[in-house]
């Protein structure tokens, strides 16, 4: 079974900078990309960035793709995400997911951390 866990959420003051951290408990699992998502109190769920384990392509949500960047270590089965100009309207629960070789859509989920962006 693998894990995803999550980290480097906290609270940043706005404009500040995060990075999150999202690393696989186990080494090669047929990951074909990962991603990261957040929700927000009273929101459903919305995708953040994506990258592909092997080509390293990346996407963004478009109101995000100025200012996140997702990258990977595979050496360190990691995921980051480095977010920038931290707004309020970043307040989240961020989750990072995987997809594996077979599945239709990200299939393991990690448990989210908090990221509070004061005004």
């Known amino acids: 079974q693998v894990l995803l866990v999550e980290s480097g959420g906290g609270l940043v003051q706005a404009g500040g900078s995060l990075r999150l951290s999202c690393a696989a408990s186990?080494?090669?699992?047929?990951?074909?990309?990962m991603g990261w998502f957040r929700q927000a109190p009273g929101k459903e769920r919305e995708f953040v960035a994506s990258?592909?384990?092997?080509?390293?392509?990346?996407a963004y949500a478009t109101s995000m793709k100025d200012r996140f960047t997702i990258s990977r270590d595979n050496a360190k089965n990691t995921v980051y995400l480095q977010m920038d100009r931290l707004t309020p309207e970043d307040t989240a629960v961020y989750y990072c997911?995987?997809?594996?070789?077979?599945?239709?859509?990200?299939?393991?989920w990690g448990q989210g951390t908090q990221v509070t962006v004061s005004s």
């Open positions: 997911a995987a997809e594996t070789i077979n599945a239709d859509d990200y299939n393991i």
């Open positions: 186990v080494g090669s699992f047929n990951c074909v990309r």
């Open positions: 990258i592909s384990w092997s080509s390293k392509a990346t």
